[in-house]
């Protein structure tokens, strides 16, 4: 077996200077033995050994050291020039700045959608650039613009008591409904960090028994019980209102308004991906995903979703615009604090 490419150069270091203070007749065998042990051309491993450590003047105090163990970088040129970089950021904003694997996949489907909206223009070359451009390159892309958006938060709703012993527990393992109709439900309290409470009462418990609902729920304290909802009350609920009171008509008026654009923002334009497979190889885990599609999308994958359904949301997507609703959801943002904020300076007076 061969020589790696590491102990080739280590052998260049360590035979450099032997080489380059022999005489003529031992540079010879010494040449021999090093192309036998590195496998090298012999024009090539002379020059290795001669040029290892040679000094080169380059200016009056600046002398230049070669390490042929060192190779100059390739600087490559950039695929994305800035004005295809503005046009994607542009809709990287839009897609509420994903990620991604959650992005690349739904490109080809959004970017005809934002022209048709007159939201985006690209020409022919950068339109394909973006069309084909891969996961990891967007990541890298946006590496710079993603830092300036974290958001870091907490959650304060807490397992209610009321009818937990009528109700039966289904855990994380349990779940495995792959058709559309099983829904996880909870609670965001709006309530700018007070204890809330779980939403389980007569009313519900006896409807869903009346309508032969499957009514379960997760064990307390237990998050991974219900991890589907629990991940979405903050990568929807709370990237889009945070984490202030709001308890007024107006504001409750407001968030009202907010969560229509909301639900037809997320549904039809936020794809996610399902875990498939966890396994676990020593501390490493190992997660596998499907690929990211939109809630839209994945009803009109299902065989179980009528055609009448898939019609008319069909009917539904061509008339949104991703962009206006963005737009809307932000003003409703800028409106629900500034108000709630007005609010607290009347309080404190």
């Not at 855990?171 to 829904?183: I, L, N, S």
């Not at 409750?252 to 996610?272: A, D, K, M, T, W």
């Not at 299902?302 to 206006?324: F, G």
Request: glycine letters at 6%; aromatic letters at 8%; one cysteine or more.
């Amino acid at each position: 077996m061969g020589l790696s490419k590491k102990e080739k150069l280590a052998a260049v270091r360590v035979t450099a200077p032997r080489y380059q203070k022999a005489a003529r007749k031992r540079k010879g065998l010494i040449l021999d033995e090093f192309v036998a042990l590195t496998g090298y051309n012999r024009a090539y491993a002379a020059w290795l050994l001669t040029k290892q450590g040679s000094k080169t003047l380059i200016g009056k105090n600046i002398i230049l050291k070669c390490d042929v163990r060192k190779s100059a970088g390739k600087k490559r040129s950039s695929v994305y020039n800035q004005v295809v970089l503005t046009s994607f950021i542009a809709i990287w904003y839009i897609m509420d700045c994903i990620f991604g694997k959650r992005l690349a996949p739904i490109l080809k489907d959004i970017i005809p959608v934002l022209e048709n909206h007159h939201e985006i223009q690209l020409d022919e070359e950068p339109r394909t650039k973006l069309l084909n451009i891969s996961a990891a390159t967007i990541d890298r892309l946006l590496k710079h613009e993603r830092k300036k958006h974290t958001l870091k938060g907490r959650s304060h709703t807490k397992p209610g008591t009321l009818l937990k012993h009528q109700i039966p527990i289904r855990t994380f393992a349990q779940w495995d409904e792959k058709k559309p109709g099983f829904v996880e439900i909870d609670l965001v309290g709006h309530d700018g960090g007070d204890p809330g409470g779980e939403f389980i009462n007569n009313h519900l418990y006896r409807y869903c028994k009346e309508e032969k609902i499957t009514f379960t729920r997760a064990r307390s304290s237990r998050k991974n019980d219900n991890c589907f909802i629990e991940q979405k009350n903050y990568s929807v609920v709370r990237r889009a209102v945070g984490y202030m009171r709001h308890d007024t008509p107006q504001e409750l008026e407001i968030l009202n308004e907010l969560y229509g654009y909301l639900r037809l923002y997320s549904n039809f334009f936020q794809p996610v991906m399902n875990l498939l497979e966890k396994t676990r190889g020593g501390s490493k885990v190992r997660k596998k995903y499907d690929k990211a599609q939109t809630p839209y999308q994945r009803v009109l994958a299902s065989t179980d979703v009528a055609n009448d359904v898939k019609k008319q949301l069909r009917k539904q997507y061509r008339k949104l615009n991703p962009a206006e609703l963005k737009r809307r959801i932000e003003k409703l943002q800028n409106v629900l604090i500034r108000t709630a904020s007005e609010k607290r300076e009347t309080f404190t007076e």
